[in-house]
Nanobody, 121 residues
Framework: QVHVAESGGGLVQPGGSLRLSCAAS????????MGWFRQAPGKEREFVAT????????IYADSVKGRFTISRDNAKNTVYLQMNSLKPEDTAVYYC??????????????WGQGTQVTVSS
């Protein structure tokens, strides 16, 4: 199957930067998209950003536009989230999601376990 693993979370001061990484591994036939979501305490999980694997088209939530950048390394099946100008309201567990197939055309969604990002002085 497909395993998704995030890394790079931590504690950062307001205005600082962090870079998250997410690697998909296993018996992957192809990847359609990979993206980032986040969930703050007491809130529902929300969309942050996504990128298509073939064309690199990106979509961002309004709350992170201009501050976060999603990118990919196709050869490594890895997606990155560069987060700049971080705010306390960005504090959340960040989850990575991969839409991939292990058999041609049978696309499914695979989630990572999440990585904690805390923005605080």
């Amino acid at each position: 199957q497909v395993h998704v693993a995030e890394s790079g979370g931590g504690l950062v001061q307001p205005g600082g930067s962090l870079r998250l990484s997410c690697a998909a591994s296993g018996t992957i036939f192809s990847i359609s998209t990979m993206g980032w979501f986040r969930q703050a305490p007491g809130k529902e999980r929300e969309f942050v950003a996504t990128i298509t694997w073939s064309g690199g088209t990106t979509i961002y939530a309004d709350s992170v536009k201009g501050r976060f950048t999603i990118s990919r390394d196709n050869a490594k099946n890895t997606v990155y989230l560069q987060m700049n100008s971080l705010k306390p309201e960005d504090t959340a567990v960040y989850y990575c999601k991969a839409r991939a197939d292990v058999r041609a055309g049978d696309f499914r969604q695979y989630w990572g376990q999440g990585t904690q990002v805390t923005v605080s002085s």
